[in-house]
């Protein structure tokens, strides 16, 4: 506990048994902030090695997307150029006030993603 960890154990159901012995030795623990996300923590009826059961758990309200993630020396970087000019060569570069800079830098931006995706 004084490093932020907690047992996330529930009940006190075996998880060791023999033939002449049950305990609770086997234990879980998980840091605060992840045991928030563990639920249905339980001691199943099926046994993992010779004397011991499974514990079982579910883990919720994780984001699991996966992120991508682009390696730049596999970019076909002369198509990223050629996607990226056809897109700004609509813009104008031509700009008398703070609105046209704002309009201008949208449109670049806009222009990058494109050409990326």
């Known amino acids: 506990m004084a490093n932020g960890l ?3 154990n529930r009940g006190n159901k075996p998880t060791f048994l ?6 609770v030795i086997d234990i879980m623990i998980a840091t605060v ?5 563990i639920r249905d923590w339980h001691v199943t009826e099926e046994v993992s090695c010779p004397d011991h059961r499974y514990i079982r758990f579910t883990v919720t309200g994780i984001d699991r997307s ?11 970087w002369e198509s990223f150029r050629t ?3 056809g ?19 949208k449109q670049f931006q806009d222009a990058i993603v494109f050409a990326y995706n």
């Not at 902030?33 to 996300?37: I, M």
């Not at 996966?66 to 076909?76: A, F, K, L, Q």
């Not at 897109?87 to 830098?105: G, P, V, W």
């Open 6 to 8: 907690d047992n996330m």
């Open 66 to 76: 996966v992120e991508v993630y682009r390696n730049p020396r596999r970019t076909d």
């Open 18 to 23: 023999t033939y002449n012995r049950q305990e």
């Open 83 to 85: 996607d990226l000019l």
């Open 87 to 105: 897109c700004l060569c609509d813009m104008t570069d031509k700009m008398s006030n703070f609105t046209d800079l704002e309009t201008a830098a």
């Open 33 to 37: 902030y992840a045991g928030n996300f």
